[in-house]
């Protein structure tokens, strides 16, 4: 198995090297943690937009998640938040705000609105409402939008999911979009489910998120996706916006092939810990301040995830 996955890594390496925007190093500088990685933790914030089309010229951000990647102890964490969150986001004051959803703290760096002028545009507003509003401080972004994410999936022969409890849609509250049981999704299909947006279940979609995630993740490792190698190099050329060198991906890939498929942490900000204000609009803020602080501190001081709130 491990063989395996080794195999599949390096292949893999060979498609992300002509990401868009990709560092280029001729080396990493030697380390003492596994696969050559750094001694410190690297953080990654992966950024699924709503674009449809191609290419990152505006957007919001759909998903959001924040990778703590840890080469010493060979543990990777994730936390998911859900995209109406309440924050502050700095350096807009053009914009004429100070506030707005986290999905906004992306589209308000895009090229298309001109409002950020600090590095990574959308990518970058985000690393920087993630310092003013937790003080986190993240190494990395990745971005992906709607059609990479549904092209990949098909690409790799579609998912197999479980989906623990009814969904419904924005279009109907009353009959459920999608019943509990075990499903085949094509990308189409994995796209819809990890979209959808009703009252109901708003904030699931971001433990459906883990859901797919968890799933491509198995997928991506099958023997299944060898013969289609090709057709995800054409997919991947030119399509992921991304700030990582090629030394740092090889050593990301490296240590996911080291791990075990269950391996990867998965978490969220916690629903008890929000709440949804009587405004216009829908958004949810914290119950208590500081609260998302103090979750988030422990999950950067690398607390077994079993151990944290749901």
């Known amino acids: 198995m491990n063989k395996k996955r080794i195999i599949i890594s390096l292949i893999v390496i060979s498609l992300l090297s002509p990401l868009v925007n990709v560092k280029t190093v001729q080396a990493a500088e030697p380390q003492n943690g596994i696969c050559n990685g750094p001694d410190e933790v690297m953080t990654i914030l ?13 957007g919001l951000a759909d998903t959001t998640m924040l990778f703590r990647v840890d ?19 700095p ?6 705000r100070t506030h707005g959803k986290l999905t906004q703290a992306y589209f308000y760096g895009t090229e298309s609105m001109d409002f950020y002028d600090g590095p990574g545009y959308g990518a970058g507003l985000m690393m920087a409402t993630f310092q003013q509003n937790w003080g986190i401080d993240i190494d990395h972004y990745i971005v992906i939008n709607m059609r990479v994410f549904r092209d990949v999936i098909d690409a790799v022969g579609g998912l197999k999911i479980y989906n623990p409890s009814p969904i419904y849609s924005s279009h109907n509250s009353n009959k459920p979009a999608l019943l509990a049981g075990g499903y085949f999704f094509s990308g189409k299909d994995a796209l819809s489910y990890a979209r959808y947006r009703n009252p109901l279940n708003v904030y699931d979609r971001v433990d459906r998120h ?27 050329k030119g399509n992921v916006l991304t700030d990582m060198h090629l030394a740092e991906i090889s050593q990301f890939l490296c240590l996911a092939a080291k791990m075990e498929e269950n391996a990867i942490q998965f978490t969220r900000i916690p629903k008890d810990t929000l709440y949804i204000p009587d405004w216009k609009g829908f958004v ?27």
């Open 91 to 96: 350096d807009v004051e053009e914009a004429d």
């Open 284 to 310: 949810w803020l914290e119950k208590e301040p500081g609260s998302i602080k103090l979750l988030l501190d422990e999950f950067m001081a690398g607390i077994d995830l079993e151990e944290f709130p749901k």
């Open 46 to 58: 992966v950024i699924g937009t709503d674009t449809r089309g191609v290419g990152y010229f505006k």
């Open 210 to 236: 883990e859901i797919v995630l968890k799933a491509l993740f198995e997928q991506i490792f099958s023997i299944s996706v060898i013969p289609k190698i090709p057709e995800l190099i054409g997919l991947y």
């Open 71 to 89: 080469f010493q102890n060979q543990v990777v964490s994730v936390m998911g938040f859900p995209r109406d969150l309440w924050v502050e986001i």
